[in-house]
T-cell receptor, first 111, second 113 residues
Framework: DTAVSQTPKYLVTQMGNDKSIKCEQN?????MYWYKQDSKKFLKIMFS???????INETVPNRFSPKSPDKAHLNLHINSLELGDSAVYFC??????????FGPGTRLTVT | DAKTTQPPSMDCAEGRAANLPCNHS???????VYWYRQIHSQGPQYIIH???NNETNEMASLIITEDRKSSTLILPHATLRDTAVYYC??????????????FGQGTTLQVKP
């Protein structure tokens, strides 16, 4: 069974569109994260949610709006997509003491 | 900013041990050393972690110096499938920034036949 899953795996869209990426974890973790990996391969944290509440926002533009309907889900909605948003987005989850587990990633291409 | 320093790349012969070093000279007493790897843009995969004692699991061994300012990840018998970017990360357990991992540039390990 997949521990952390993301959909879609690939997303190609045009500038100015709005898109969402979904993440689900079945590990019973209470903390979930979004990371962005750009073309230079640096992995940077964007957001962290603990028990559905935002606890980390690493100065991400407000075009990015995470939503956590419950502890097992953390979705990422992006408004007015820009070329610079092209990247691979990884969802992850962890418990307070446990090691974060990562999803397979969503490759977003903005044309 | 990442609190660790790693060499950008290393080579290793298939079947030999791969020793990946990491410096974390500013590590705090409550920070653990974690190792992850990323194979060709897949999601980062957990390898091992430790606080001050050496650790071993089915994937690797982690050797942490007594002053905890550096550590070495050992893959005892590297295979071609171990070719990946290896990240050394320090992380606090149970802090208000719960579980945040700060990735540096990592070490690209190339295992050669």
């Amino acid at each position: 069974d997949t521990a952390v899953s993301q959909t879609p795996k690939y997303l190609v869209t045009q500038m100015g569109n709005d898109k969402s990426i979904k993440c689900e974890q079945n590990l019973g973790h209470d903390t979930m994260y979004w990371y962005k990996q750009d073309s230079k391969k640096f992995l940077k944290i964007m957001f962290s949610y603990n028990n559905k509440e935002l606890i980390i926002n690493e100065t991400v533009p407000n075009r990015f709006s995470p939503k956590s309907p419950d502890k097992a889900h953390l979705n990422l909605h992006i408004n007015s997509l820009e070329l610079g948003d092209s990247a691979v987005y990884f969802c992850a989850s962890s418990s307070l003491q446990g090691r974060p587990a990562f999803g397979p990633g969503t490759r977003l291409t903005v044309t | 900013d990442a609190k660790t320093t790693q060499p950008p790349s290393m080579d290793c012969a298939e079947g030999r041990a791969a020793n990946l070093p990491c410096n974390h000279s500013t590590i705090s007493g409550n920070e653990y050393v974690y190792w992850y790897r990323q194979i060709h843009s897949q999601g980062p995969q957990y390898i091992i972690h430790g606080l001050k004692n050496n650790e071993t699991n089915e994937m690797a061994s982690l050797i942490i110096t007594e002053d905890r300012k550096s550590s070495t990840l050992i893959l005892p018998h590297a295979t071609l499938r171990d070719t990946a970017v290896y990240y050394c990360i320090v992380r606090v357990h149970g802090s208000s920034n719960t579980g945040k991992l700060i990735f540096g540039q990592g070490t690209t390990l190339q295992v050669k036949p």
